[in-house]
């Protein structure tokens, strides 16, 4: 069974990058054509997609993130990352890695991490 | 202001059928054959119930069925039970971007 665990640290102070990293388990992050994405939800709020990875190495952003977000795949680790510069008390969220189904045109997170509170605060 | 739109709530007694909508514009929901919803239970990830509009994954019980009216797409959750209590959202594909809905909370009464 796929697996997705989020990784990296709880506290981020404001105007710095935070970095995540999702680590796959239970299958190759490059078998198949599957895509992988970032998701997050603020505090009692709704769900915010972030941008997601494809199988063939293009990545889709958010277009209100875009100028902060990077997404990239480390294939030997079976891993891929997240990283959102100059961040504020607004990034403060869980953040979710997740597996597409199917293309990525279909928006469809099939399979989800448990997702990792970050916190924004000096 | 969530891209597409939900009502906050919605209530049902169990053995019920509950809708739930979610109106975009045709530059999404409208747009595109690829409207997703997912379960969310307190404290969880959310869960895929229902991908391009009325596909089912595995495991997912056909009382959650997806239908779509131009830039309205819907949720139905037919014999509601008690662990359907939970936040639900829909998303939609819309030109190289994903967008969620707000969410809607079901309450089984």
């Known amino acids: 069974q796929l697996q997705l665990q989020e990784s990296g640290p709880g506290l981020v102070k404001p105007s710095e990058t935070l970095s995540l990293t999702c680590t796959v388990s239970?299958?190759?992050?490059?078998?198949?054509?599957?895509?992988w994405g970032w998701i997050r939800q603020p505090p009692g709020k709704g769900l915010e997609w972030i941008g997601s990875?494809?199988?063939?190495?293009?990545?889709y952003y958010n277009p209100s993130l875009q100028s902060r977000v990077t997404i990239a795949v480390d294939t030997p680790k079976n891993q891929f990352s997240l990283k959102l510069s100059s961040v504020t008390a607004a990034d403060t969220a869980v953040y979710y890695c997740?597996?597409?189904?199917?293309?990525?045109?279909?928006?469809?997170?099939?399979?989800w991490g448990q997702g990792t509170l970050v916190t924004v605060s000096s | 202001q969530s891209a597409l739109t939900q009502p906050p709530s919605a209530s049902g007694s169990p053995g019920q059928s509950v809708t739930i909508s979610c109106t975009g514009t045709?530059?999404?929901?409208?747009?595109?054959?690829?409207v997703s919803w997912y379960q969310q239970h307190p404290g969880k990830a959310p869960k895929l119930l229902i991908y391009?509009?009325?596909k089912r994954p595995p495991g997912v019980p056909d009382r959650f069925s997806g239908s779509k009216s131009g830039n309205t797409a819907s949720l139905t959750v037919s014999g509601l039970q008690a662990e359907d209590e939970a936040d639900y959202y829909c998303?939609?594909?819309?030109?190289?971007?994903?967008?969620f809905g707000g969410g809607t909370k079901l309450t089984v009464l």
């Open positions: 997740a597996r597409h189904r199917g293309a990525f045109i279909a928006l469809a997170f099939e399979f």
């Open positions: 239970g299958g190759s992050i490059s078998s198949g054509s599957y895509n």
């Open positions: 990875l494809t199988y063939s190495g293009s990545t």
């Open positions: 045709s530059s999404d929901v409208g747009g595109y054959n690829y």
């Open positions: 391009e509009v009325i």
């Open positions: 998303s939609s594909y819309a030109a190289n971007k994903g967008v």
